[in-house]
T-cell receptor, first 113, second 112 residues
Framework: DTAVSQTPKYLVTQMGNDKSIKCEQN?????MYWYKQDSKKFLKIMFS???????INETVPNRFSPKSPDKAHLNLHINSLELGDSAVYFC????????????FGDGTRLSIL | RKEVEQDPGPFNVPEGATVAFNCTYS??????FFWYRQDCRKEPKLLMS???SGNEDGRFTAQLNRASQYISLLIRDSKLSDSATYLC?????????????FGKGTKLSVKP
């Protein structure tokens, strides 16, 4: 059983489109995250939700909107995609945050044409 | 000092060698630290947690030096399969409190 699963694994789309990435975890964790890893391989947090409540919202364009329907799911919607959005997006989960390790999904590779 | 800083490498070592990576951090209040491993085009995976002075798991040893604010990862008897990027992770402080800060990683390449 996959602990943290993301869909889709690959996403190729044109500039200006709107797309969503879904994430689900079956670990029973109460905290979920979205990270962006760009071409320089730097992993940077975007959002964190604890029990469906937004905890961390780093400096991210408001074209990115996370939604957590329940504590096992955290989806990411992106409006008006730009070339600079091309990256690998990782979902992660943990029980609590900061003091506990995070478990990652296998990533969504987003390419903007 | 940056929140988390690592030597990007690459470290090119022969099989069987012992290799060590250092990582410095700025948040002196940090209590827990982690080493993650990331293979090319894969997700980061937890390698070790460090909650006190250090931790050992087989060929891997992590040590924490709070006074100098660095953690190290020692890999003994390197295997080809150890080739990966090793990410140092520390809790954020100040405006980043509540999240984990990932270093940019140290790339290790183990050669036959």
């Amino acid at each position: 059983d996959t602990a943290v699963s993301q869909t889709p694994k690959y996403l190729v789309t044109q500039m200006g489109n709107d797309k969503s990435i879904k994430c689900e975890q079956n670990l029973g964790h109460d905290t979920m995250y979205w990270y962006k890893q760009d071409s320089k391989k730097f992993l940077k947090i975007m959002f964190s939700y604890n029990n469906k409540e937004l905890i961390i919202n780093e400096t991210v364009p408001n074209r990115f909107s996370p939604k957590s329907p329940d504590k096992a799911h955290l989806n990411l919607h992106i409006n008006s995609l730009e070339l600079g959005d091309s990256a690998v997006y990782f979902c992660a989960s943990s029980q609590g945050f900061s003091m506990t390790p995070q478990h990652f999904g296998d990533g969504t590779r987003l390419s903007i044409l | 000092r940056k929140e988390v800083e690592q030597d990007p490498g690459p470290f090119n070592v022969p099989e069987g060698a012992t290799v060590a990576f250092n990582c410095t951090y700025s948040n002196s209040a940090s209590q827990s630290f982690f080493w993650y491993r990331q293979d090319c085009r894969k997700e980061p995976k937890l390698l070790m947690s460090v909650y006190s002075s250090g931790n050992e798991d087989g060929r891997f040893t992590a040590q924490l030096n709070r006074a100098s604010q660095y953690i190290s990862l020692l890999i003994r008897d390197s295997k080809l399969s150890d080739s990966a990027t090793y990410l140092c992770v520390v809790p954020g402080g100040g405006g980043s409190q509540g999240n984990l800060i990932f270093g940019k990683g140290t790339k290790l390449s183990v050669k036959p």
